[in-house]
């Protein structure tokens, strides 16, 4: 899963980022609302963390340019306390959710989370298929109960194809959601992460589907 953060105090973009990298997200980072607008037309992200107070062009007017242009990623605002007004027209303006400020990072991580779930029509933090268990709260998963030892990659693999349940995946959106804009992306190397997260899960529950991409669906609705 691919977050951009949007936000122009340095430091607490760096802190929101780093709390989601080690929640085992990708992170792109823009601080102005130019920049971030950009990023969140040109590259696929399954949420985007967005200041209002920024420079350029505010947070209000880049999700607004967003949605005007068909963008539909989950948006999580951050707004001042006591502006009640802020919430409302970042609601009205396509905004999913709102986080005042100053507020928690773990609150900002759950929200997060609900909104990805959501997106991919999950309404519980637990997402199953089969004899695997995905716990989107400890970003940890388990087969028969017993715990995944997942890489970083492996587990991004897991929880997007998990995410997209019964969803044919291509490799091009798995690398697109499994690397920040920075990385030098080779769509072959998703071959090995699934070869080695299928032989982690013992079950054959990845199916590839020939010219397009990768499946996962749990044995009895592969059956149908
Ligand atoms: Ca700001």
Redo the contacts with the bound molecule.
């Keep these: 899963m691919r977050i951009l953060v949007i936000?122009?105090?340095v430091n607490l973009n760096r802190q929101l980022s780093d709390a989601l990298k080690e929640a085992g997200y990708v992170v792109d980072q823009a601080f102005d609302g130019e920049e971030g607008h950009y990023l969140g037309e040109t590259e696929p992200y399954d949420a985007v963390i967005l200041?209002i107070?920024?420079p350029m062009m505010d947070g209000i007017s880049v999700v607004e340019k967003w949605r005007t242009e068909g963008k539909g990623m989950p948006v999580l605002m951050l707004t001042a306390r006591d502006r009640w007004s802020d919430k409302v027209a970042g609601i009205d303006a396509g905004a999913d959710d709102y986080v005042a400020k100053p507020f928690h990072v773990e609150e900002v991580l759950a929200r997060v989370r609900a909104l990805i779930r959501r997106a991919a029509g999950h309404s519980s933090s637990e997402i199953v298929c089969g004899p695997v268990r995905l716990d989107t709260k400890a970003s940890k998963a388990t087969v028969d109960g017993v715990p995944l030892k997942l890489t970083s990659h492996e587990f991004r693999l897991l929880s997007y194809l998990m995410h997209h349940m019964g969803q044919v995946v291509s490799r091009t959106e798995l690398v697109e959601h499994m690397y920040d804009q920075d990385f030098d992306r080779d769509s072959n190397t998703i071959e090995v992460f699934v070869g080695r997260l299928r032989k982690k899960l013992g079950v054959d529950l990845i199916e590839t589907v020939r010219g397009l991409g990768y499946r996962m669906q749990a044995p009895s609705e592969a059956a149908k």
């Design positions: 936000e122009d105090d200041d107070g920024l």
